[in-house]
């Protein structure tokens, strides 16, 4: 079967487009990456040519011997639907978990996203700890979660506990809440390692003026995800907009009674008295 007539690359493409169109990939902004099935790799592989080993920037050993179809470093999330094989690839990580090779697309010389680091870093973290689960890792530059992370104090447990108070079903999409990561410099080893930390214990983390990470077990649940906590950011962009003091609100007690009817578990530490 020929790469793009596969259903995965199909809800690749799909997921870029939707992300485009909700306005969070200006220019070459945002990547995403999805971690193959062993029988999405046999069904296309008769199509793949290999490329030469280099360098992924980081170490991710648990990775060794997986493929990944992963977006374009410098392509536009807007050209992927109409120039899918310019702007996405399938790489093949090495045995050591140090080096990748180009296997289809990103033609025309490109090369996997800048963020490769943190995607993979992220991957190994998720599929570890999902034992195997999880295969979507996205990175948007989300408008609103930015603006947020201007005017909030850059921590787990307000982020969490201020986009979980702005839409009932915050709590129950994320209950284990949202990771913050304050300003680095995008790109590397260090901003991926200080990520992945947060992937131990969240499915998303937030970069201070600059974007979110979002994982999940495929390409509905990890773009519902990040549509979930951007919109509640919406909510309260448009609150903080009107008044910095609520009327009223969802309260710790409220949100104890939402966790035992809809069968969750909210840590206390996000339900401090404020
Ligand atoms: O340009 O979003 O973080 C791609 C990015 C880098
Ligand atoms: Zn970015």
Redesign the pocket.
Known sequence: MKVLDAEFTQGFIRMANDGWEQGWHE?????LSYRMKSEEVDMVKEEFSTGDWREIGTCVPDLAGEFFMVTG??KFFRNVIIKPAESFGIIEIDEKGENYRIMWGLEGGARP???LPSHLMNHEVKKRVTDGKYRVIY?A?TTNVIALTFVLPLTDEVFTRELWEMATECPVVFPDGIGVVPWMV??GREIAVETSKLMEKYDVAIWAH??MFAAGEDFDLTFGLMHTVEKSAEILVKTLSMTNAKRQTITPDDFRHLAKDFKVTLPEKFLFEK
């Open positions: 220019r070459n902004g945002g990547n470093s410098g996203t800048s963020e990175h530059h995008p790109g600059h974007g």
